[in-house]
């Protein structure tokens, strides 16, 4: 999806909003520039500015660092409005059928809660037409949804200097399950877009570019949550309930309806790779997904549980530990042993057998048991003993679970 809004990722620290102007230098023209720390959005006047600098520039070095640059993500399912872009490549083997004749945009804008796509075809009439539907991609098999919705269909102009060829007017329909899809059969004829006058195509490329505005009204007879609320993390808009994690978290509640709460509140996690992925699988774990947990996921949703305050998911936590995880019994007691969890500690050292000391899990354990501070490593040693016996005197110098 195109947009006007670029992220720029990686930043260096030191990145004043001069050296971002410096960098952008001959790349059109940018209403605004928000920098924070390691990380800025830019807004474009024109999206085809703002497409080139994706293009152009990801990658790129600024004062010796390399960032990255793409198209910023609104997750803002619930938005009223946005624009759907679909750029179409190969498109003369389109005109000509030699692609499949319906073509439909493999990637979803959400607005309102409900995936919203472009679909083109080309009419088999003597006098070729462009057949152009914006289609709202909601489950086919439910009749019980339905929205409003006003839509306004173009082609985006490949020359700057030339208007986007637009629809005079929007259009309001009403989609469901049955009539998910409206437009115009009759768009444009082949032989008017593809004429060099019309600079609706780009010969060079053999690329068209279309695109819809969509206002949608909130739909009726949609199941679950809505998730209409914004957070920032890291910079990024996450889709969040905010009633629902404010009773869940003293955190949140703070951040969200405390005296010093912000319009758009914002969190930085900077302990964690993919941080925002990470904290949408968090929230996926409660309701109303209640995703399963699994040991790939479970020290990340620990670690973020307990940051925020969210004692729910760190109970689920405690029982995937305690009864599903397949990690071995010391990743699971020193993870135990970090977040205080007592209980689940004594049970898994009294479930300890020989085996989860020696053998294939030598090494992970040599590795865990340098995590564990004092404390922890006697309770280990002594069970060690429980299992073993005591060391003998020339082996206890080495014996990997004796704190010095």
Known sequence: MSST???????????????????????????????KNGYAFVEFDDMRDADDVVYDLNGRV?????????????????????????????????????????????????????????????????????????????DKNDKAWSCQAATRLGIVSCDKRIENFMEQ??????????????????????????????????EVDDVVTFLVDVIAEKPNGMPGVRTEDILL????????????????????????????????????IDDLTDAVQQFERLLATMEPKNMELDDECIESVLHLANRFLLGSVENRCVEF???TSKKPALSKFRLADEYGFVALKSHILEYMTRD??????????????????????NELSERHKELFGPPSKRARKSFMYTVE
């Open 62 to 138: 600024l004062l010796g660092q390399q960032v990255i640059v793409e198209m910023a993500r609104s997750e803002n399912k619930y938005r009223r409005s946005g624009r759907i872009v679909f750029r179409v490549d190969n498109f003369k083997a389109f005109c000509e059928g030699r692609v499949p004749e319906q073509l439909i945009s493999d990637s979803a804008e959400f607005i309102n809660g409900l995936p919203w796509r472009i679909m083109i075809d080309v009419s088999t009439d003597a006098q070729k037409f462009l057949k152009f539907f914006v289609l709202c991609d909601g």
């Open 5 to 35: 809004r670029v992220y720029f990722g990686h930043l260096p620290f030191r990145a004043t909003e001069n050296d971002l102007e410096h960098f952008l230098r001959g790349y059109g023209r940018f209403r605004d520039i928000t920098m």
């Open 321 to 323: 530990l305690k009864r």
């Open 169 to 202: 007017e929007e259009t309001r329909d009403v989609f469901n399950a049955k009539t998910r899809a409206w437009g115009s059969r009759t768009f444009i004829k082949i032989e008017e877009l593809l004429d060099r006058k019309r600079a609706l195509y780009n």
């Open 233 to 268: 993390v890291n910079g990024k808009e996450t889709n969040v309930n905010k009633h629902q994690l404010a009773a869940h978290s003293d955190f949140f509640k703070t951040l969200f309806f405390g005296e010093n709460a912000e319009q758009t509140p914002e969190i930085e």
């Open 356 to 377: 989860d000391f020696a053998g294939e899990n030598y090494l992970e354990n040599l590795s865990e048991n340098n995590k564990l501070g004092e404390e922890a490593a």
